[in-house]
């Protein structure tokens, strides 16, 4: 059979499984996506709302990302690089503190900083060239701790703690207690170290819009819901039954397919809020961070839009981490309140708020990577998806990869493949 007659289909059209296309694409493949939404991105997405720019939930590319390096063409992506710090919200005044030997601007304010000793301050350098020196195969093989007890370990006091890796990771790992894994805590920080955290000029929504760009022999079939998966058989939720020779979930797969329904992964959620104020507080190269225990917002940016500029005023993105049971409506008011107790910000004019119950995966084992062999359930079902090892566009570019290789394997090592019957077509 032609490798373009194969019927692979992909579930999913977010970054695992438009990075599985591109795989089967290059060995000549022609994947058809079934994605339930209306467009490509999955959890990475950007939509204009008013003529606003605004991503569905903050998020950033860690430009060191192995994985972003080889998959995405980051000069088109016209990427704009926060500075490699933070403003904090401490003993009631606002304070930066960041990385002087990659932005010298910010030694100064760094040293003075309240948030920790300067044996604090001279750990956080030293933990970013320990990190740097060693391999991230090398990270994951770790033990894994909570990121909260890898620190005491590693000698940080409990006040740079509460001051710095707390509010800072929160925004990260969308959890407030540093309770994810030491090992992710290690990788993401030496991606930090390691290279620029930017936003794509388009908004984070550029990511797979570039992707799916690249695809030239990819069939996409939007508002497409898969309801369930079998060996070589999809059935999607109007009741149409799908032959496939291979399918690679790249999503939750116990969702999807029955004998994994009691493996449900656990999510992390978080709310981002949109407002449009007068005041601009920061520049907006920085990122904001508010680790007062009585309020909600964790993190907060200042977006650079056009259509904001030409209104004469500035959009805000804020992120809030902590459970809470608000209304919309409340957690609204509720924001705008702090804002005006924390930031000074008189005005902030409500614009949209964005509730993402599955936002990151609550993985008690995480790793870097995973053998192509690994993502196969069934001989013809593989998985992918950023559950599969940690919550990050690596992790989900990784998984897609070695779902497609699995794929590809087992295709061109000479396995006989059923034909399908023409019952389902
Ligand atoms: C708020 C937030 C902040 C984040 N911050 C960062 C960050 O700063 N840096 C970082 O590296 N990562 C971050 N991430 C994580 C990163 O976005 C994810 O790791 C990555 O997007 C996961 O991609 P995926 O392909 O594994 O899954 P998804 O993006 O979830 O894609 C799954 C796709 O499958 C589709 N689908 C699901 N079920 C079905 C079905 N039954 N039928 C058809 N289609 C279906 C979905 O609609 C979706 O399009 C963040 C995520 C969020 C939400």
Known sequence: MEKKNYKIYIVGAGISGLIAAQILENFGYHPIILEKSESAGGRVKTKVVDG????????????????AKEYLDLEKLNLQAYKPGASIYLDCKWQNIGDPLRSFDLLIPTLFNTGGSIADKWKVFQLSNHLKSKSIESIFQEEELTTYDYLIKYGFSEKIIQCFFQPFFSGIFLEDKLETSSRMFQFIYKMFSEGKTSVPKDGIGAIPLQLKENLKHTQFKFNTSVKSVEDQKIILENGETIESHFTIIATEASDLVSNLKNQATDWRSCDTLYFLTEENFLSTDLIGLLPHQDALINNFVFVKDA???????????????????LSSENLVKRIQKELKNYLSIQKANFLKHYYIPRSLPK??????????????????????????????????MMSGERAALGVIKSLEDGLVVNELTSEYR
């Open 307 to 325: 259509k904001a500029k030409e209104l004469g005023k500035h959009l805000l993105s804020v992120t809030v981490v902590k459970k809470h049971k």
């Open 363 to 396: 993985l008690t084992h995480t790793a870097y990577e995973i053998m192509d062999t690994e993502t196969q359930l069934t001989p013809s079902i593989y998985l992918a998806g950023d559950q599969l090892l940690n919550g990050s566009l690596n992790a989900a």
């Open 52 to 67: 606003h720019r605004l991503d569905i939930g903050f998020q950033v590319l860690l430009e060191a990302y192995p994985k």
